[in-house]
């Protein structure tokens, strides 16, 4: 049954779903007024049984209220799918999806039916043909995707809790853009009869809240797992190098972290990892991936991918979730999209009608990619480890912008949200305030099946974690503000200590850190690119060594470093050369007379 309502008009259709009424309250045709922020597709009330008379307890979800993004099955009605000519050419469902009635028989009241992107396939939240919904943390920019309505609905608090599915970021992304929290659950975990598939192998069906043990209750009901006593992490491994390259510093994102971590479970816990590093020595079947094709463009030729394997590595597994939520989407829906040829979103129109060229070999080779994948996260966390990465790496675009059509952006996004999205495992997204007007966020991944240590985890520590975002937020009324030279000088200082204690990826991460804070200091360069010999990243050290020659023409230990990262990548002439010009400058420097005179005589 279809019901059409004027905003002057409500129309009560009773669904009869064997549960509770189901009430039509009013369906939005217009984008005139949006009093819900343009959030909702349709306006319901699914009601939950009568509950329990005392002495038994109430229904654990009771009092609380819920919307659905528009891609969950209810009797009687036609999921949009975000497009309205999905809508005109399906019937209307048999059945309610077994989630949402699992949700309204534990007490909780639906509310409504939500905007997402067209087909639930993009990342950006922005929908033609409903309205995009407005973001309530920044109204000018926009409130991600694919499950924007739902995300909207919590962080404009109309509802309690809100559904969505993830599938490459679809619930992540809006709660790390609107400011809220956001559950992806385990691959498997939570039943998807009665979602319309985006990508079966990939989507998952996730939430969203505000408060952590709503986010947990909900959980507790969906992901149907048997009562365990709560344990606390043994260990909260920092990705470090996720964190190198974000816009926000590094005391409002992976620092808040370390002394949440600090302050409840002690320094044991806490662990360091360059995460690039140890997926190409756990995953081998990324090697078989050899070229990244790109609008039948071969993108492995630069010098650059070459002598970094791992960024190579890294843009291979980012392109993974689009070959397999690609080929998988064009399965199940490639027939109907012929033949009704519907209109799409720029962005979303980019990713369908890209020409990855994927054959039945990669798609396979893929498959053992997420397989060996899931097996090193596994590892790594084992039953009570914690994985911190951001969760996005730039703020969200502005609205109406083409930012997030680019090819950089969407690579930037992939590579973080790819990790839970191939291995299958479980995120949460994590707000942590604003920076320069925008919400900022990280995500707490556990190993396939940690759900609910994930959400007791979140549950502890999220308290502490708000009371650090507000000492790390510099306050307003504070008279004594610390300069960015002063900031940038302190992450030195930091970086140097790091280094001295051999933690080589830590140093970077500080020396980064003074980089963003004030870009034109020849000593971080050449500090970073030290930290960089350490790990063999030769390629990084003598471009952070060029740069730090351009600002300082008498860098002496930028001349050496250089030199020797140009030795080590088969560069001796100017090797030699960087040696010889830092005995110019220092004749005394008897390492760079050494290295000189060695290659001399190498090549005499």
């Not at 949009?80 to 050419?89: A, K, L, S, V, Y």
């Not at 992304?173 to 975990?189: E, K, N, T």
């Not at 009324?477 to 790091?498: L, M, P, R, T």
């Not at 220092?586 to 290295?595: D, G, I, L, M």
Request: aromatic share 8%; hydrophobic share 40%; net charge neutral.
């Amino acid at each position: 049954m279809k019901s059409v309502a004027s905003p002057s008009s409500q129309i009560w259709v009773l669904l009869g779903l064997g549960l509770a009424g189901i009430y039509v309250l009013t369906r939005k045709l217009t984008q005139a007024a949006k009093q819900d922020f343009g959030a909702f597709i349709l306006k319901l009330n699914l009601l939950p049984p009568p509950p329990p008379a005392p002495p038994k307890a109430p229904h654990p979800l009771s009092s609380l209220n819920f919307a659905i993004s528009d891609i969950f099955d209810l009797e009687g009605y036609v999921s949009t799918f975000g497009h309205p000519e999905w809508e005109r050419t399906h019937e209307p469902a048999s059945s309610t999806s077994p989630v949402v009635s699992a949700l309204v028989e534990s007490g909780a009241t639906c509310v409504g039916t939500t905007v997402v992107d067209d087909f639930a396939y993009g990342i950006s939240g922005e929908n033609k043909h409903f309205g995009t919904p407005t973001n309530p943390a920044v109204p000018n920019r926009v409130p991600g995707g694919s499950s924007s309505g739902a995300a909207v609905a919590v962080a404009a608090n109309f509802v309690d809790f809100s559904l969505g599915v993830d599938t490459s970021g679809g619930v992540r992304v809006p709660a790390g853009f609107c400011g809220i929290l956001g559950f992806r659950p385990s691959q498997g975990a939570v039943s998807h009869v009665g979602i319309i598939p985006v990508s079966t192998s990939l989507d998952t069906v996730g939430w969203f809240a505000k408060d952590p043990d709503v986010l947990r209750r909900v959980g507790h009901i969906l992901l149907q797992a048997p009562f365990v006593m709560q344990r606390n992490p043994r260990q909260i491994i920092i990705a470090d190098d996720c964190f190198q390259h974000l816009n926000v510093p590094l005391d409002r994102t992976s620092q808040v972290l370390i002394k949440t971590t600090e302050k409840l479970f002690g320094k044991q816990v806490l662990k360091h990892i360059n995460l690039e590093d140890y997926i190409s020595s756990k995953v081998p079947s990324l090697k078989a991936c050899s070229i990244q094709k790109s609008n039948g463009v071969l993108k492995s030729s630069s010098l650059k991918l070459l002598a970094n394997i791992m960024q190579f590595l890294q843009s291979v597994i980012i392109l993974l979730p689009l070959y397999l939520c690609r080929h998988e989407f064009e399965q199940t829906h490639n027939e109907w999209m012929s033949i009704v040829k519907p209109d799409l979103h720029p962005a979303v129109s980019a990713q369908l009608n890209e020409k990855f060229e994927v054959s039945d070999v990669e798609i396979e080779n893929s498959k053992s990619v997420r397989s060996e994948l899931r097996i090193a996260v596994n590892s790594l966390l084992k039953d009570e480890g914690i994985l911190v990465i951001p969760t996005v790496a730039d703020p969200p675009p502005k609205l109406g912008g083409k930012e997030i059509l680019s090819q950089d952006y969407q690579s930037r996004a992939l590579s973080l949200l790819s990790i839970a999205s191939i291995s299958g495992c479980c995120q949460v997204t994590i707000p942590l305030g604003l920076y320069d007007k925008n919400p900022v966020s990280v995500s707490l991944i556990a190993r396939h099946g940690g759900d609910r240590f994930l959400l007791d985890t979140l549950k502890t520590m999220y308290t502490v974690l708000q009371e650090q975002v507000d000492i790390a937020a510099p306050s307003k009324s504070s008279k004594s503000v610390v300069s960015k030279e002063q900031s940038a000088e302190i992450a030195k200082e930091k970086g140097n200590q790091a280094y001295k204690d051999k933690q080589w990826q830590k140093a970077i991460g500080f020396y980064t850190e003074a980089i963003k804070l004030c870009g034109h200091n020849a000593t971080y360069y050449s500090n970073r690119a030290q930290a960089y010999l350490e790990l063999g990243s030769y390629l990084q050290a003598e471009e952070d060594c060029t740069k730090a020659i351009s600002f300082d023409k008498k860098n002496v230990k930028a001349y050496f470093r250089r030199g020797t990262a140009r030795e080590m990548l088969g560069y001796y002439k100017e090797a030699i050369d960087d040696f010889k010009y830092a005995l110019v400058l220092e004749p005394t420097n008897k390492r760079a007379a050494s290295a000189a005179e060695r290659l001399r005589k190498l090549f005499q």
